[in-house]
């Protein structure tokens, strides 16, 4: 049974940077077969996909138009986890962050226990 | 990219069905069938219910179903028992730059 950790602060000052990490058990983060994805949830924006990472051969990365010139996602081999970092962040990504696996047709499963994030000084 | 289209609550009494739309475009739900549905209780992470449009992953009771029609896919969920009474959200893979676009959100109540 494939599980997601998520661990990280839970509040961070605006312009600083947001940084999570996704610890996988059940699976390997560089599988051929599945993509590791963030994404965040909030009232203001529901939910919303931020970027995932795989591999297939090499690493690849794609992300988000809304955050693409400031979203960083990162695979760590050597813990078998993945990573994400969000520059220059405001009020407005204040959010639960939630890191998810795709490994069939597009579809987000497991997810993690999700980590509220605050922006605030 | 907006979001897809769900109504902001459905409600049944146990053991009525009730039936959730998701309506999208030609770029998301039209064109695929990576459609996939989630429930998340509050204060909790979504689960996944239904993908591909109408596959149910192992767990999940047969009394959730889903369809998919043009641009609207639907969730139905038949004999509606109280542990049913969350948030349910669609999800379709998309060609836009954005890849995956989610609902927003449909509150399902048990009367």
């Known amino acids: 049974q494939v599980q997601l950790q998520q661990s990280g602060p839970g509040l961070v000052k605006p312009s600083q940077t947001l940084s999570l990490t996704c610890a996988i058990s059940?699976?390997?983060?560089?599988?051929?077969?599945?993509?590791w994805n963030w994404i965040r949830q909030s009232p203001s924006r529901g939910l919303e996909w931020l970027g995932g990472t795989y591999y297939r051969s090499r690493w690849y990365n794609h992300y988000a138009v809304s955050v693409k010139s400031r979203v960083t996602i990162n695979p760590d081999t050597s813990k078998n986890q993945f990573s994400l970092q969000l520059n220059s962040v405001t009020p407005e990504d204040t959010a639960v962050y939630y890191c998810?696996?795709?490994?069939?047709?597009?579809?987000?499963?497991?997810w993690g226990q999700g980590t509220l994030v605050t922006v605030s000084s | 990219q907006s979001a897809l289209t769900q109504p902001p609550s459905v409600s049944g009494s146990p053991g009525q069905s009730v039936t959730i739309s998701c309506t999208g475009t030609s770029s998301d739900v039209g064109s695929y069938n990576r459609v996939s549905w989630y429930q998340q209780p509050p204060g909790t992470a979504p689960k996944l219910m239904i993908y591909e449009v109408s596959n149910r992953p192992s767990g999940v009771p047969d009394r959730f179903s889903g369809s998919k029609s043009g641009n609207t896919a639907s969730l139905t969920i038949s004999g509606l028992q109280a542990e049913d009474e969350a948030d349910y959200f669609c999800?379709?893979?998309?060609?836009?730059?954005?890849?995956?676009?989610f609902g927003t959100g449909t509150k399902v109540t048990v009367l």
């Open positions: 059940g699976d390997s983060v560089s599988t051929n077969s599945a993509a």
């Open positions: 999800s379709s893979y998309t060609s836009s730059s954005i890849r995956y676009v």
């Open positions: 998810a696996r795709v490994a069939v047709a597009g579809s987000f499963d497991p």
